[in-house]
């Protein structure tokens, strides 16, 4: 992630929009956060170095070892071709936030501080991306997993993730299901619902996309809950129909204190 830094809207921005590319690696770091600084100010860059740090931190001690299991994956931030985008609404393209896999200790900590019973919800991954998540989430025993991605490359990415996992026993395939989807077309499973969404998309598609589960909630009402990570656009979930849930235990003292990005929970009422 050297070369990798985070705009105002958790989006990914490559050091040569710095200028910095040219210079020896060792000394891009220092000349970005001070262009940072310059920029958005220090306590921005100080949370942007936070963040980088801890990514990094949990990427040695634990996501690099899983990695080795996904054949296909991404070595940095990758952006989505159009010419295999499937989508809705053309704001869909210019919305999408830069696929960046959510740290494995993170997703488990965030499991480990809801109140909830994964034997009774069926979990989608909101923009799947390459399937890291998905990966993880099927260590758990959900009802069955969904993955949701309007990327073309993505999503045959994970499809060949998902079967290099089953064929390694640390799967059952038949409980996966990958979708080259829009996430404003997809249609949501009529079960119970846990939601990732890993910053998926700016406000101008995460806004219809909530409306969507509502009609979904108001067509068939059933428990969905939401786990918003880097919950950039938190404010869209300010509605009567919806309730912020608590973060408890340990586990999320561990999300507070080590987790790269914030992460708020929902549930629709």
């Not at 809950?225 to 340990?250: C, M, Q, W």
Request: net charge neutral; charged share 25%; with cysteine.
């Amino acid at each position: 992630m050297t070369d990798v830094v985070l705009n105002e809207h958790g989006r990914i921005r490559r050091a040569d929009a710095y200028g910095v590319s040219h210079y020896p690696v060792v000394l891009r770091e220092p000349l970005i956060a001070l262009k940072m600084m310059r920029e958005t100010g220090l306590r921005a860059t100080l949370g942007h170095i936070r963040i980088i740090a801890l990514i990094r931190l949990l990427n040695r001690f634990d996501d690099n070892a899983r990695m080795r299991a996904f054949p296909a994956r991404l070595s940095d931030a990758t952006n989505a071709s159009a010419d295999q985008a499937r989508i809705a609404d053309p704001q869909e393209l210019a919305e999408a936030v830069h696929c960046a896999p959510i740290p494995a200790t993170a997703l488990t900590w965030t499991l480990g501080a809801l109140d909830l019973d994964p034997r009774a919800h069926h979990f989608v991954d909101v923009g799947s991306g390459w399937g890291y998540a998905l990966g993880i989430a099927a260590q758990y025993p959900f009802r069955k997993l969904t993955g949701i991605e309007f990327a073309g490359e993505f999503h045959k990415m994970a499809c060949t993730n998902m079967d290099a996992l089953a064929a390694a026993g640390s799967l059952d395939r038949t409980r996966v299901e990958l979708r080259h989807e829009s996430a404003l077309e997809s249609e949501l499973p009529q079960e119970p619902l846990v939601l990732l969404l890993a910053n998926p998309f700016g406000p101008a598609v995460m806004r219809p996309f909530i409306e969507r589960v509502a009609q979904s909630h108001r067509d068939n009402p059933r428990p969905i809950t939401v786990i918003y990570v880097n919950p950039k656009h938190a404010d869209l979930f300010e509605r009567s129909d919806v309730e912020e849930l608590a973060l408890k235990g340990t586990d999320a003292w561990k999300l507070r204190l080590f987790g790269p990005y914030a992460v708020r929970a929902y549930r629709w009422r």
